[in-house]
């Protein structure tokens, strides 16, 4: 994904995105933070260290528009105090609702913004393990004061949450992730990406497409070597056709 004014120069920002690896082909000195692993080449492997996928944020605010607005209004948060204090307000739209406080336009976004000071607060809780599936992720957290858990992985609509086995809802945080709204008190989430029921069917037309290939080429095989001895079998030799008239000839002049 595209990441507008990332800061190369910062942890904070390696941790927010989760990147862990970095991948450079120039002679460009990073921070000490960024740890050389390998070299391919001309290109130089390294390593960052992060929290992982979850975190505990605040959301005080609630914006609510298109994605006419959108980027701009991710700039203006990537580019202010509010990543630094872990705060992450909740984007509404296609329709999306939160029980929350009165959204802003997300058109006001980059005015609001620039204007807010924050501090972290007291300790949010503790993000006591985590796991990643192929499409899913798990984590046990503890929570002291109520949150947003905050999946660092793009928000979806067809993203699935439960807490302790509940349904639970999800909601778009700045800039662009996944979060669950949690009250104090130690939780079991698991998320998991379920597409569409459009997407699986053609999911399974393609694997029926796919498999009827082999059997297509056999059959057509087949129907070539047929075609072709039907042929040959109709057409006389041309070789035993001269002959055939040359005996002729020879027979009318006796």
Excluded at 205 to 221: D, H, N, T, V
Aim: charged content about 20%.
């Amino acid at each position: 994904d595209f990441v507008p004014n990332f800061g190369e120069s910062s942890w904070n920002q390696y941790n927010l995105f989760n990147v862990r690896y970095v991948v450079y082909s120039g002679e460009q000195e990073f921070p000490d933070f960024v740890k050389p692993l390998q070299q391919f080449g001309r290109h130089h492997l390294f390593e960052v260290a992060t929290t992982g996928y979850f975190s505990l944020v605040g959301s005080d605010l609630t914006f609510v528009g298109d994605k006419s607005d959108f980027f701009t209004a991710v700039t203006s948060w990537v580019t202010s105090e509010l990543p630094n204090v872990h705060q992450h307000p909740v984007v509404l739209m296609n329709g999306s609702t939160f029980q929350g406080k009165d959204p802003l336009p997300l058109s006001t976004a980059s005015k609001v913004i620039p204007e807010l000071r924050g501090s972290t607060g007291p300790p949010r809780g503790t993000i006591l393990s985590e796991a990643v599936g192929r499409q899913s992720y798990a984590v046990e957290v503890r929570v002291e004061r109520e949150s947003m858990l905050m999946l660092k992985a793009t928000y979806h609509p067809n993203w699935r949450a439960t807490v302790n086995g509940v349904e639970a809802d999800t909601v778009m945080l700045m800039p662009g992730f996944t979060g669950i709204q949690l009250a104090p008190g130690t939780y079991k989430v698991h998320i998991e990406y379920q597409p569409r029921l459009l997407r699986k069917i053609l999911l399974c037309l393609g694997l029926l497409a796919l498999i009827s290939i082999p059997l297509a080429e056999k059959r057509g095989s087949a129907v070539c070597t047929w075609f072709t001895t039907l042929i040959t079998t109709r057409v006389p030799d041309q070789r035993t056709q001269g002959d055939t008239r040359a005996n002729r000839r020879r027979r009318r002049r006796k």
